[in-house]
């Protein structure tokens, strides 16, 4: 097992100006042009109610902040916590709040909206903030915040064709031991990276005070589908603790940087920008 670290400062991958002036829960996927796209929650007004599109940010390397050109799922609905993953020649973008939203796209701006179906979904367990791992050729895992016992939970669904999915459980709750009790279940963001045959979690752990918003522990497990129960100093714990906010992990050319992101109000790196840093795993 290894335990992830930030190596390094936080330096401005992406702020927008045009269409909104700040980044919250995001994803970020390279795309058959061979350029990086990054799309996220956003807004001028910060209130939860008024995000009803994403931002689109597009760039070819890391190390210049990204450009901005425009918006997607632009349809005066909540828009939240975008997942954008390819297969074949099209790109699939899931995301919330519930019910579930599926848009596709071949060319990662035009995107149309299609249907998705989850058999067995638990009540209040896939509400917000997908998050989409290909396990195989043709078998893929989401794992979706929601609210289990009144308390935060990650449900976790399997599929062959990105269309229909299947509850497979909870791949992590919280005890009733656990620190944090907000009504939305603290958990938010959930990312999961293959390593060397170990799944690692991350996910952010928040009641949405200052303290807390740039928790995101690391969970790590052999099985992707099970990463225990978190029920503070008791029981199963995280490997790490890293000062990030809905981070999204990516490999390019064999590095791992790691990024946050927030609203204005909150602390933040780069206040409106979506941040990024070298990730180390020791």
């Known amino acids: 097992m290894k335990i992830p ?5 936080w330096k401005i991958l992406f702020k927008p100006e045009k269409n909104g002036n700040y980044v919250n829960d995001h994803s970020i996927i390279k795309g058959a042009d061979g350029k990086w796209h990054l799309y996220g929650i956003t807004s001028f007004e910060g209130i939860p109610t008024q995000e009803r599109y994403f931002v689109h940010g597009v760039g070819t390397t890391f190390d ?8 997607s799922i632009d349809r005066g609905t ?15 973008m ?3 709040p519930s019910p579930t939203s599926l848009a596709v796209s071949f ?3 035009e995107w149309f909206g299609t249907g998705v179906s989850l058999n067995g979904e638990p009540l209040m367990g896939a509400h917000r903030d997908h998050f989409v791992l290909k396990i195989s050729d043709d078998g893929y895992l989401m794992y979706i915040v929601g609210v289990h016992e009144k308390r935060g939970a990650v449900s976790c669904f399997s599929s062959s ?13 919280s005890g009733k031991s656990a620190p944090l009790k907000p009504a939305w279940g603290a958990f938010e963001s959930p990312f999961v990276v293959k390593k060397d045959g170990l799944f690692y979690l991350f ?21 992707p589908k099970d990463f225990g129960i978190y029920n503070g100093d008791d029981g199963q714990k995280p490997i790490a603790k ?9 490999e390019d050319g064999g590095n791992f940087y790691i990024t946050t992101c927030g609203w204005n109000t909150k602390p933040n790196p780069n206040k409106g920008a979506v941040s990024i840093a070298r990730l180390e795993w020791r």
Request: hydrophobic share 40%; proline share 4%.
């Open 5 to 9: 670290y930030i190596a390094g400062d």
């Open 64 to 71: 210049e902040p990204f450009e901005e050109v425009g918006r």
């Open 78 to 92: 909540l828009a939240w916590a975008p997942c954008v993953i390819n297969k074949e020649d099209n790109y699939y």
């Open 94 to 96: 899931f995301y919330g």
């Open 107 to 109: 060319d990662m701006y």
């Open 161 to 173: 064709d990105l269309l229909t999915w299947n509850f497979e459980g909870f791949a992590l709750t």
């Open 203 to 223: 996910v952010t752990y928040t009641d949405c005070s200052d303290a807390t918003y740039n928790d995101t522990f690391v969970f790590c497990s052999e099985n």
């Open 242 to 250: 890293l000062k990030a906010h809905a981070p999204e992990v990516i």
